[in-house]
């Protein structure tokens, strides 16, 4: 069964930085399109990147724009979210996810990915 398996979540202070990691436990990312999400206590669930596999493009929520970066190892079998100048409002758990059909790139929606990680805590002090 594919499995997503993120890592490098934490507790940082505020302005500083974490990197998390995505992998898929039973084969590579190539053709899919990937996204980060995060949830809040007491929130839904919210994007927060995206990557179109092809092309590399990249898309971000307003509210992480200039401070994160989503992007994957050359061998295609992980993706990573690069977290910097970390807020308070941060704090979450981050998901990665797989759109496996290769329609909803960029996409913002969660039920458009198919295969979900467990989550990985961010904690953000200020």
């Known amino acids: 069964q594919v499995q997503l398996v993120e890592s490098g979540g934490g507790v940082v202070q505020a302005g500083g930085s974490l990197r998390l990691s995505c992998a898929d436990s039973?084969?590579?990312?190539?053709?899919?399109?990937m996204g980060w999400f995060r949830q809040a206590p007491g929130k839904e669930r919210e994007f927060v990147a995206a990557m179109k596999w092809s092309s590399g493009g990249t898309y971000y929520d307003d509210s992480v724009k200039g401070r994160f970066t989503i992007s994957r190892n050359n061998a295609g079998n992980m993706v990573y979210l690069q977290m910097n100048s970390l807020k308070p409002e941060d704090t979450a758990v981050y998901y990665c996810?797989?759109?496996?059909?290769?329609?909803?790139?960029?996409?913002?929606?969660?039920?458009?990915?198919?295969?979900w990680g467990q989550g990985t805590q961010v904690t953000v002090s200020s």
């Open positions: 039973g084969r590579t990312f190539s053709s899919y399109h």
């Open positions: 996810a797989a759109d496996y059909s290769g329609r909803y790139y960029y996409s913002r929606k969660s039920s458009n990915y198919d295969s």
